[in-house]
C-alpha cells in the first residue's frame, strides 16, 4: 500500500533545505490541498482496495461486456424511488431501485464516476498553479540568501572553517559574515529596484482564494448541483435517516440498460442492476473534501484579512515587531529595527519578513545591524556624519562599516 503512495511521500518528507518563501495559508493550497487531491486519485483509480468498480447482474449477457458497458455509459436511479419512508417500511431494498414503469418515468442519471479521477487530478494542478507563479516571480532570491545558514547558531566554534553534517552545511564564522554582507547589498539593491515583489505575492494570494472558489463551484456543477449542501445533509441526515444525501449522490446500486439484437432480429432490452463499489470511495473523498474546501476557504479569508493589515500598517514599529517575532520569535533592538522599516516600502519590508522566517535570531540581528548602518536615524544624520572625518569617508566602503551610525557617542569623545 506504501508503493502506491510513494509519489506523495517527497511532499511529506522533512527537507532541512526548504527555504520558506510563503506562509501557512499558502501552503494549505499548494501542498496539502494538492496532496489530498493526489491521493483521492490514486484510491480512485487504485482497484485492489474496492475491486471491481461496477459489477453488473446479467443473466444471459458475458459479465465482462455488461461491466464495462455500464461503466462507460451512465448509470441511473428512479426519482420515484428516492423515497425513505419506501426504504423504512420494506417497499425497496436500495434508494432509486424499483419498477421500471414506463419511459416517461423521471431518472436521475450518474456518470461522474467515470471522469473521477481525471477532475480529481485537474484539481490538484490547479491548485498547484498559484505556487508555480509565486515561485517563478520569486525567483529563488531568498532560497541563495540564506541556503546553508540554518545552523549559524554554531559558528562561532568553527572559526574559519566549515563543517557538513549530512545534509546540512554549517559555515564558519567569517563564511557567515560574508553571507550577511551579502544579504545586506541585495537588501540595499532591492530598495531601489524592485518594487513588484510585493504584488506579485499579493496576487498570488487573492489567485488562491478565486482558484479555491472556482474549485467549490466546479465540484458542485461536476457532482449536478449536490456539493454545496453535502456537509450540512451529511452532518444532519447520517445517523437519522435509513437514506441520507450521500445514497442520493453517490448510490451503491444502480440501474442499467443493455440493448441487443435477438436471434429473430428484434431487439431485446436487458434491465440490469450494478453494485458501483467506486462511490464507496467516492463519497467518503467528497465528504471530506467539503469540510476541507471550508476549512482553507475559512483561513484564505483570515489570511487576506491578515494581508491586508500588512499593507496598511507594515510601517508601524509595533506591527512589524509583531510580525517578526510571529514569524519567529526573537528580540530585536528598536532604534535599528525602526531605521531600516521607515525606508521600507512594502515589497521591502515582506522581503524581510521572509528573511525573518529563514534566518536565526543571531543571524537576522547581525542583518538588522548593517542595514541600520546605512539607514541612520534622520534627526541624529548630520550629527553622526559631522563626527566622521571626511576623508575617511570618502576611502570607506560598505563592507567595512562595522557600526550603526545610529549609536550615537558619547559627549566630548573623539572621533575614530
Known amino acids: 500500500m506504501l508503493n502506491t503512495f510513494s509519489s506523495v511521500t517527497p511532499f511529506l518528507k522533512f527537507n532541512p533545505k526548504r527555504v520558506t518563501i510563503d506562509n501557512f495559508v499558502f501552503k ?8 489530498i487531491l493526489i ?18 447482474i446479467s443473466d444471459s449477457i458475458p459479465s465482462n461486456v455488461i461491466n464495462t458497458y455500464c461503466f462507460f455509459t451512465p448509470t441511473f436511479t428512479l426519482v420515484r424511488h428516492l423515497n425513505n419512508t419506501a426504504l423504512a417500511s420494506g417497499a425497496i431494498f436500495q434508494p432509486g431501485i424499483g419498477p421500471y ?9 450518474h456518470a461522474y464516476y467515470q471522469w473521477v479521477p481525471f477532475v480529481l487530478f485537474g484539481q490538484a494542478l490547479f491548485f498547484y498553479i498559484p505556487h508555480a507563479l509565486w515561485k517563478s516571480w520569486e525567483g529563488g532570491r531568498i532560497k541563495v ?9 554554531l559558528t562561532k566554534y568553527l572559526k574559519d572553517k566549515s563543517l557538513k553534517v549530512g545534509r546540512l552545511e554549517i559555515p564558519s564564522l567569517e563564511e557567515t559574515d560574508s553571507r550577511v554582507k551579502d544579504i545586506r547589498r541585495t537588501m540595499i539593491d532591492r530598495m531601489r529596484l524592485n518594487q513588484s515583489w510585493g504584488a506579485h505575492l499579493v496576487f498570488a494570494e487573492i489567485l488562491n482564494l478565486l482558484n479555491l472558489i472556482l474549485q467549490i463551484y466546479w465540484t458542485n456543477a461536476f457532482l449536478g448541483g449536490a456539493f454545496l449542501s453535502l456537509g450540512p445533509k451529511v452532518w444532519r441526515e447520517r445517523w437519522d435517516n435509513d437514506m441520507d444525501a ?19 432480429g428484434s431487439l431485446q432490452m436487458h434491465d440490469t442492476l450494478c453494485v458501483m463499489a467506486l462511490n464507496i470511495i467516492n463519497e467518503k473523498i467528497y465528504t471530506i473534501l467539503w469540510f476541507w474546501y471550508l476549512f482553507v476557504l475559512i483561513a484564505s479569508v483570515l ?22 517575532y510571529w514569524a519567529k520569535p526573537g528580540k530585536m533592538d528598536e532604534n535599528q529595527l525602526s531605521a531600516v522599516v521607515k525606508k521600507c516600502n512594502f515589497s521591502n519590508w515582506m522581503f524581510l519578513f521572509f528573511l525573518r522566517s529563514n534566518l536565526s535570531e543571531f543571524l537576522f540581528k547581525k542583518v538588522i545591524f548593517h542595514l541600520a548602518s546605512e539607514f541612520p536615524d534622520e534627526q541624529r544624520e548630520n550629527n553622526s556624519n559631522a563626527a566622521i572625518d571626511p576623508s575617511a569617508m570618502r576611502t570607506m566602503r560598505i563592507d567595512e562599516v562595522d557600526r550603526p551610525l545610529l549609536t550615537t557617542k558619547p559627549s566630548g569623545s573623539k572621533s575614530d
Open 101 to 109: 414503469e414506463t419511459q416517461e418515468e423521471p431518472i436521475k442519471r
Open 303 to 324: 489570511g487576506l484579512i491578515w494581508r491586508a493589515f500588512t499593507l496598511m500598517f507594515y510601517k508601524s514599529l509595533r506591527f512589524t515587531r509583531f510580525s517578526l
Open 39 to 56: 491521493v483521492a486519485t490514486i484510491l480512485v483509480c487504485s482497484r485492489q482496495y474496492i475491486g471491481e468498480h461496477i459489477k453488473c
Open 246 to 264: 450521500l445514497d442520493v449522490v453517490f448510490p451503491k446500486v444502480t440501474k442499467c440498460h443493455f440493448h441487443k439484437y435477438g436471434a429473430g
Open 145 to 153: 540568501l540564506v541556503f546553508g545558514l540554518r545552523m549559524v547558531g
Open 28 to 35: 494549505l493550497h499548494y501542498r496539502w490541498t494538492f496532496i
